[in-house]
């Protein structure tokens, strides 16, 4: 058996190399930094032969997604990837291919929204696509980005939902680190080839997403959002059997960190989680009980992994890098009180927002704002 | 873990050297990582970059605000790297034609420029600095010679001798100053 391989790479490259792990028939792209390099790197990788798929470049982000639709429907295995702007002008076609059951996988390099522009990272632009009916894995680490989306191809094509894999812009992306690459048989074993129940087949024609009425819209929407739920232990079952087989765990909906004795535990999503482990080991030094719970799955948000994973009466301090307008604080602060809400009542949830345009969050500042929260 | 920081000037090669250092530490056993910060990207404007390597997986993803090292491409830049942040006992190694000392910190020099003009790396803009500033750092960080010459070779099949002349003779003519001058700048 052939041992995997260790390399020197870039979170962007790393998403590449999984996309031709994953054996992706059609890739649709248009370039936005700090997205660019994972397009870049995909259409070399075609244009030399490393992968046989179609590289389609097109003119927008909007065409992007609706080419992606479309192979999806005809049966391919599809990729794409994005960042900020680029996501919100998809945003009409999200809902199409969550709506039209299409397992599309698209890695969104999280980026500050404009205005004003920004390059830099925050999670605006991944959050305010919650409602669009996609799974959204958000990443810690340039490994981590490889594993989720060979997972991601799989819990997609099970369910027939899009998923979404997201990472910060330059914090990831553009981070040189070590990249464990098992070898292409373990993967091809984690994920077969893709057998559509379903496609659009000239030789055998078929109409797809007429108007329907509402009984039946009703029916599809209850579906979409059942099957969301229902993803849950797939995305258990994949992280486990990726494991499995390969050795590598980045937790499966939830990820921890010195939690279980924990009394102040930190919530936070992406790099800034993972730089959280050395806040979380300044704070133990200095005698308080800390740990850290961090979502891997923001959407379908894992409320049941969360209210059993946390401590009693546990003070959960939640760092958000976005803005919940119209309230004070951020997103995730609100989706955690609300699963919260009657279930466990001796919690207590403080919050800030930090970091937003890629403000540098380092394992000092953290540990400080936590200390600073404790006395709030 | 160790953490460095370079301070450069943008088309000066900082990101390349960055990047040479955490290959250095995978070739050399350890986990390595280079995290350029990028700014609004022009020629001249200023850049950083962090390097990171330890024996253990590294979780941080910030750039280093109290790096144990802190490499200045410039000896222009000195005074301001240093008061990006440096640890109270960090070492600053900078490319410069003479000895600079660096108050209360241990400083090595190592003239970039001069080894690459001798072994002929000129890019458009200029010479190119990180080769030799690589052969030095590696000396600073006790990176042995092999590990250093290993790394320029996987990273450029076949780049053969200007490469690995230049930074070997960083390697051993990177000096470590008489700290007692006081920096002025």
Not at chain 1, 88 to 107: D, F, N, Q, T
Not at chain 1, 116 to 125: C, E, G, I, K, V
Not at chain 1, 246 to 273: C, H, K, P, Q
């Given at each position: 058996?052939?041992?995997?391989q260790?390399?020197?790479?870039?979170?962007?490259?790393?998403?590449a190399?999984?996309?031709?792990?994953?054996?992706?028939?059609?890739?649709?792209?248009?370039?936005?930094t700090?997205?660019?390099?994972?397009?870049?790197?995909i259409?070399?990788?075609?244009?030399?032969?490393?992968l046989?798929?179609?590289?389609?470049?097109?003119?927008?982000?909007?065409?992007?997604?609706?080419?992606?639709?479309?192979?999806?429907?005809?049966?391919?295995?599809?990729?794409?990837?994005t960042?900020?702007?680029?996501?919100?002008?998809?945003?009409?076609?999200?809902?199409?291919?969550?709506?039209?059951r299409?397992?599309?996988?698209?890695?969104?390099?999280?980026?500050?929204v404009?205005?004003?522009?920004?390059?830099?990272?925050?999670?605006?632009?991944?959050?305010?696509q919650r409602d669009t009916?996609?799974?959204?894995?958000?990443?810690?680490?340039?490994?981590?980005?490889?594993?989720?989306?060979?997972?991601?191809?799989?819990?997609?094509?099970?369910?027939?939902?899009?998923?979404?894999?997201?990472?910060?812009?330059?914090?990831?992306?553009h981070?040189?680190?070590?990249?464990?690459?098992?070898?292409?048989?373990?993967?091809?074993?984690?994920?077969p080839?893709?057998?559509?129940?379903?496609?659009?087949?000239?030789a055998?024609p078929?109409?797809?997403?007429?108007?329907?009425?509402?009984?039946?819209?009703?029916?599809?929407?209850?579906?979409?959002?059942?099957?969301?739920?229902?993803s849950?232990?797939?995305?258990?079952?994949?992280?486990?059997?990726?494991?499995?087989?390969?050795?590598?765990?980045?937790?499966?909906?939830i990820?921890?960190?010195?939690?279980?004795?924990?009394?102040v535990?930190?919530?936070?999503?992406?790099?800034?989680a993972?730089?959280?482990?050395?806040?979380?080991?300044?704070?133990?030094?200095?005698?308080?009980?800390?740990?850290?719970?961090?979502?891997?799955?923001y959407l379908?948000?894992?409320?049941d992994?969360?209210?059993?994973?946390?401590?009693?009466?546990?003070?959960?301090?939640?760092?958000?890098?976005?803005?919940?307008?119209?309230?004070?604080?951020?997103i995730?602060a609100?989706?955690?009180?609300?699963?919260l809400f009657?279930?466990?009542?001796?919690?207590?949830?403080k919050?800030?927002?930090?970091?937003?345009?890629g403000?540098?969050?380092?394992?000092?500042?953290?540990?400080?704002?936590?200390?600073?929260?404790?006395?709030? | 873990?160790?953490?460095?920081?370079?301070?450069g000037?943008?088309?000066?090669?900082?990101?390349?050297?960055?990047?040479?250092?955490?290959q250095?530490?995978?070739?050399?056993?350890?986990?390595?990582?280079?995290?350029?910060?990028f700014?609004?990207?022009?020629?001249?404007?200023?850049?950083?970059?962090?390097?990171?390597?330890?024996?253990?997986?590294?979780?941080?993803?910030?750039q280093?605000?109290?790096?144990?090292?802190?490499?200045?491409?410039?000896?222009?830049?000195?005074?301001?790297?240093?008061?990006?942040?440096?640890?109270?006992?960090?070492?600053?190694?900078?490319n410069?034609?003479?000895?600079?000392?660096?108050?209360?910190?241990?400083?090595?020099?190592v003239?970039?420029?001069?080894?690459?003009?001798?072994?002929?790396?000129?890019?458009?803009?200029g010479p190119?600095?990180?080769?030799?500033?690589f052969?030095?750092?590696?000396?600073?960080?006790?990176?042995?010679?092999n590990?250093m010459?290993q790394?320029i070779?996987?990273?450029?099949?076949?780049s053969?001798e200007?490469?690995?002349?230049?930074?070997?003779?960083?390697?051993?003519?990177?000096?470590?100053?008489?700290v007692?001058r006081?920096?002025?700048?």
């Amino acid at each position: 058996m052939k041992a995997a391989q260790v390399i020197m790479d870039t979170g962007t490259h790393a998403a590449a190399l999984a996309v031709k792990s994953a054996r992706v028939d059609v890739v649709p792209g248009y370039p936005i930094t700090p997205q660019t390099s994972i397009m870049e790197a995909i259409a070399d990788m075609v244009e030399n032969g490393e992968l046989n798929a179609r590289f389609i470049p097109v003119e927008g982000e909007h065409s992007v997604l609706a080419a992606a639709v479309a192979a999806s429907a005809a049966g391919a295995r599809v990729f794409t990837a994005t960042s900020a702007n680029g996501l919100l002008y998809m945003h009409e076609v999200l809902h199409m291919a969550s709506g039209g059951r299409l397992p599309v996988v698209m890695c969104n390099v999280n980026r500050g929204v404009f205005a004003p522009w920004t390059l830099w990272a925050d999670h605006q632009d991944s959050f305010a696509q919650r409602d669009t009916g996609w799974i959204q894995y958000h990443c810690s680490s340039n490994q981590e980005v490889f594993n989720t989306i060979l997972q991601a191809f799989r819990v997609a094509e099970q369910i027939n939902i899009p998923v979404m894999v997201n990472f910060d812009g330059f914090a990831i992306s553009h981070c040189l680190m070590p990249l464990t690459l098992p070898p292409q048989e373990d993967i091809d074993r984690f994920l077969p080839p893709h057998k559509p129940e379903w496609r659009l087949d000239p030789a055998n024609p078929s109409s797809f997403s007429n108007v329907t009425m509402a009984a039946e819209y009703a029916t599809f929407r209850q579906m979409l959002s059942d099957d969301i739920m229902a993803s849950i232990p797939l995305v258990k079952q994949a992280a486990q059997e990726y494991k499995d087989i390969t050795g590598m765990w980045d937790g499966d909906t939830i990820d921890t960190y010195r939690l279980e004795d924990a009394e102040v535990v930190a919530f936070a999503v992406n790099s800034m989680a993972a730089e959280l482990r050395l806040s979380i080991d300044i704070l133990r030094e200095q005698g308080i009980k800390a740990g850290l719970l961090r979502p891997r799955l923001y959407l379908p948000f894992p409320a049941d992994d969360i209210i059993s994973a946390l401590p009693q009466n546990a003070q959960v301090m939640v760092l958000d890098r976005n803005y919940n307008y119209g309230h004070p604080g951020g997103i995730l602060a609100s989706e955690l009180k609300n699963v919260l809400f009657g279930r466990r009542n001796d919690i207590t949830v403080k919050n800030r927002v930090m970091g937003i345009g890629g403000i540098d969050l380092t394992r000092r500042f953290m540990a400080a704002e936590i200390r600073a929260m404790m006395d709030e | 873990m160790l953490e460095l920081r370079i301070n450069g000037f943008g088309g000066q090669g900082s990101v390349t050297l960055a990047h040479l250092l955490a290959q250095a530490a995978l070739e050399n056993g350890e986990h390595g990582q280079a995290l350029p910060f990028f700014g609004v990207e022009r020629r001249g404007a200023p850049v950083r970059a962090a390097v990171r390597m330890s024996p253990t997986t590294i979780h941080a993803h910030s750039q280093c605000e109290l790096p144990d090292y802190v490499v200045v491409m410039s000896e222009k830049l000195t005074k301001a790297a240093v008061s990006e942040g440096i640890n109270e006992i960090g070492t600053v190694i900078i490319n410069a034609p003479h000895a600079v000392a660096v108050e209360k910190h241990s400083t090595w020099q190592v003239d970039a420029d001069a080894i690459a003009h001798e072994a002929g790396l000129f890019s458009a803009d200029g010479p190119l600095i990180n080769i030799p500033l690589f052969g030095a750092v590696c000396r600073v960080l006790n990176i042995p010679q092999n590990i250093m010459e290993q790394t320029i070779l996987n990273k450029w099949p076949g780049s053969g001798e200007r490469n690995l002349g230049a930074a070997g003779k960083a390697y051993h003519t990177v000096a470590q100053v008489n700290v007692k001058r006081a920096f002025s700048a």
